[in-house]
């Protein structure tokens, strides 16, 4: 079974502060995702990573970066959290060789 | 860009009745999956199918594609409690085929 995990379930930040969010899988998945899920607006891609340390902008990478040192660990940063950052982060991956993503638990980050 | 819309954004039926959703997208896929995804969780991928099928079934899961209308159809028959969740539909893209688009989701509930 792919196990997916994230660090936090709940997450409450103030405006402003450096934010990490982590994601660790254990299938040896080459590709990692992280989103954001929001009300109306479904799941958006904000990066996207093939290898370690290589990285790829999805769709709303604004005020986000990633980190990939090792091929298990995805980490998201909000280098300066705002309100409008208050969502639902999803974490996901992907083997090469297969089309299906495998999707943590999610972290729920409010920003205050 | 929101590739996928489905429709309806929501639907409430009683238990043992069939329940069908439906997805529209943009631009040619390579293949077109749904994903579900209980409260506050992450997604679990349901089932996929490739530009060149017409239809395919997964236990009480059918999903129709037409390719000509750029719409594909989500039919739960004999719907169960457990059931309730939220369904999204997601296409890859020809370029960059390892990210998937998402629709904004069904939200499903089932009546007991």
């Known amino acids: 079974d792919v196990k997916v995990t994230q660090s936090s379930r709940y997450l409450v930040k103030r405006t402003g502060e450096k934010v990490f969010l982590e994601c660790v899988q254990d299938m040896d998945h080459e590709n990692m995702f992280w989103y954001r899920q929001d009300p109306g607006l479904g799941l958006r891609l904000i990066y996207f990573?093939?290898?370690?340390?290589?990285?790829e902008k999805g769709d709303i990478p604004e005020g986000y970066s990633v980190s990939r040192e090792k091929k298990e660990r995805f980490s998201l940063i909000l280098e300066s959290a705002s309100t409008n950052q208050t969502s639902m982060y999803l974490c996901?991956?992907?083997?090469?060789?297969?089309?299906?993503?495998?999707f943590g638990p999610g972290t729920r980050l409010l920003v205050l | 860009s929101q590739q996928g819309e489905e429709d309806p954004q929501a639907l409430s039926i009683q238990e043992g009745e069939n329940a069908t959703m439906n997805c529209s997208y943009k631009?040619?896929?390579?293949?077109l999956q749904w994903y579900r995804q209980n409260s506050g969780r992450g997604l679990v991928h349901l089932i996929l199918?490739?530009?060149?099928?017409r239809e395919k079934h997964s236990g009480r899961l059918r999903v129709t594609l037409d390719t000509s209308k750029k719409s594909s159809s989500l039919l739960i028959t004999a719907s169960r409690a457990a059931d309730t969740a939220s369904y999204f539909c997601a296409t890859d893209r020809i370029q960059g085929a390892q990210k998937l688009v998402f629709g904004q989701g069904t939200r499903l509930t089932i009546n007991p």
């Open positions: 199918i490739r530009s060149n099928e």
């Open positions: 996901a991956t992907l083997r090469d060789t297969e089309e299906t993503q495998y």
């Open positions: 631009t040619s896929i390579n293949n």
């Open positions: 990573s093939y290898d370690v340390k290589m990285k």
